[in-house]
């Protein structure tokens, strides 16, 4: 089944404990990127990548890092997650710079 | 201002009626447009995809785009309860990449 994983789905974490969400896609898309989701804010990227090692900063990227190794994960890395990246994040896949595929999305609160 | 912008409702429509949903954009240069249906705690799921001025329809659902007047919308026909859910406008920049910029979403209730 053509997907977007991502894991895990839920985390609580402490301020400043370095979390990566893991996200992997098995259609063999060029594109991915992540989004996070707040209430009254929407949808916001914050990073994206055209390709193997290929990234770029999105709306939002101040706390995050990304990596694109291999084609098909781009991990999300928080290395000190502060209470204001509690947030829902998706993580998204597309074939070409066309509509993305999203995965089922981790709900993440740091306190 | 934002760079899309869709009225965040809740729109309630009846059974059976046509809900019809309205998104602006900033970016003149802008690609592609598209519509994306998020049910409650759920990913957003791609439902529509327009890329030139006029209608695109797919099953119940079709698309306008208007660049003139920086404007897409969407209409649902024989809306059902099953349509309720949150409509996210998503618009792909004229810049570089795959910067796709996502309205604040319109709910839209259909009640039986």
């Known amino acids: 089944e053509a997907q977007v994983t991502q894991n895990p789905r839920y985390l609580i974490t402490v301020t400043g404990k370095k979390l990566t969400v893991t996200c992997s896609q098995n259609m063999n898309h060029e594109y991915m990127s992540w989004y996070r989701q707040d209430p009254g804010l929407g949808l916001r990227q914050i990073y994206y990548?055209?390709?193997?090692?290929?990234?770029d900063k999105g709306d939002v990227p101040e706390g995050y890092k990304v990596s694109r190794k291999e084609k098909r994960n781009f991990p999300l890395i928080l290395e000190s997650p502060s209470p204001n990246q509690t947030s829902l994040y998706f993580c998204?896949?597309?074939?070409?710079?066309?509509?993305?595929?999203f995965g089922s999305g981790t709900r993440l609160t740091v306190v | 201002q934002k760079e899309v912008e869709q009225n965040s409702g809740p729109l309630s429509v009846p059974e059976g009626a046509i809900a019809s949903l309205n998104c602006t954009y900033s970016d003149r240069g802008s690609q592609s447009f598209f519509w994306y249906r998020q049910y409650s705690g759920k990913s957003p799921e791609l439902i529509m995809f327009?890329?030139?001025?006029g209608d695109k329809e797919d099953g119940r659902f079709t698309a306008q785009l208007n660049k003139a007047s920086q404007y897409v919308s969407l209409l649902i026909r024989d809306s059902q309860p099953s349509d309720s859910a949150t409509y996210l406008c998503?618009?792909?920049?004229?810049?570089?990449?795959?910067?796709?910029?996502f309205g604040g979403g319109t709910r839209v209730l259909v009640k039986p």
């Open positions: 990548s055209m390709n193997v090692e290929v990234t």
């Open positions: 327009i890329y030139s001025n």
């Open positions: 998204a896949s597309s074939s070409s710079p066309y509509g993305y595929t």
């Open positions: 998503a618009v792909n920049g004229a810049a570089a990449g795959n910067k796709l910029t």
